[in-house]
C-alpha cells in the first residue's frame, strides 16, 4: 500500500527558493513564479510510477526525484497552474487518495538566534554552500519539520513575507530544514509566516501509539 506523506502545491516559486532548487536539482531547472508540486510517499519506490503518469499526462517538467529506503519523493513544476494542479489530481486519484489524506505537518523545532557572532555565520556558510551567506549581526530563523518535503512550502510563504535571505533549504530525510537571516523586524515576520503556513497544512494525523505492560 501506498502512503502519501507529503502533498504540497505552491502557486508562484519565489525567487531565491527558484534558485536555490535549481542548485540542488538534477532535472529541469524551475525558474521564479513557476507553479510547483512536491510530493511524497512511502514506500520509495513507488515514486517512479507517480513520476511516469505525471509526466506523461501533462506538460509538467520534473525538477528533482529522490528514491530512499523508505520515502520517494517527486517535484514537478510547469508555468502553468493548470498543469500542475492537473498532474496533482491524477496522483491523487492513482493513489486513491485526498489531498487531506496526507500526513499533517509538525513543526519538530523552531527558533530565532538574534545577533550572530561572527564565529557562528562563518560555521554556518562552510556548512551551506548552496543558499546565500549569513552576515554576523544578523537575526537566524531555524525550522524543522516532519514530513521533510513541507520546509518548501514554509520557504517559499517566509520569503513571501519579508526582505530575508535564504540560507538553507533541506527538504530530503527524516526531517525538512529551513534556515533564513535577515534583520530582526523581518525574521520575525517571516519566521511567523513560516510557521502559520505549515500549521494551518490540513492532513492526517499520526496514529497514538500505546503500549500496554
Known amino acids: 500500500m501506498i502512503k502519501l506523506r507529503t502533498y504540497v ?6 525567487p531565491q527558493l527558484a534558485e536555490y532548487m ?23 519506490m513507488a515514486v517512479h510510477r507517480l513520476t511516469d503518469m505525471a509526466l506523461k499526462a501533462t506538460r509538467v517538467h520534473l525538477a528533482q526525484q529522490v528514491v530512499e529506503r523508505a520515502f520517494g519523493s517527486m517535484v514537478i513544476h510547469q508555468r502553468d497552474q493548470s498543469d500542475v494542479l492537473e498532474a ?8 486513491g487518495a485526498k489531498q487531506d489524506d496526507r500526513q499533517r505537518c509538525r ?3 523552531k527558533e ?11 560555521l554556518i556558510n562552510r556548512q551551506n554552500r548552496r543558499g546565500s ?6 537575526s ?8 521533510a518535503g513541507y520546509i518548501v512550502y514554509a520557504a517559499n510563504q517566509a520569503e513571501k513575507a519579508a526582505n530575508i535571505t535564504l540560507i538553507d533549504v533541506r527538504a530530503v ?16 515576520e517571516a519566521g511567523a509566516a513560516a510557521v502559520a503556513a505549515v500549521e494551518h497544512l490540513s492532513g492526517a494525523e499520526r496514529p497514538v501509539i500505546t503500549h500496554h505492560g
Open 140 to 147: 537566524m530563523f531555524i525550522l524543522e519539520t516532519d514530513p
Open 173 to 188: 530525510g527524516a526531517f525538512g530544514r529551513l534556515t533564513l537571516s535577515g534583520s530582526e523586524a523581518d525574521v520575525d
Open 112 to 122: 530565532i538566534i538574534r545577533a550572530l557572532t561572527p564565529d557562528h555565520s562563518v
Open 22 to 44: 535549481a542548485t540542488v536539482s538534477q532535472g529541469f531547472l524551475p525558474i521564479p513564479g513557476d507553479a510547483c508540486l512536491w510530493v511524497e510517499v512511502s514506500p520509495g
Open 107 to 109: 513543526v519538530a523545532w
Open 9 to 14: 502545491f505552491i502557486d508562484s516559486l519565489q
Open 88 to 95: 496533482g489530481r491524477m496522483l491523487l486519484e492513482n493513489l
Open 133 to 138: 551567506m549569513i552576515l554576523p549581526g544578523q
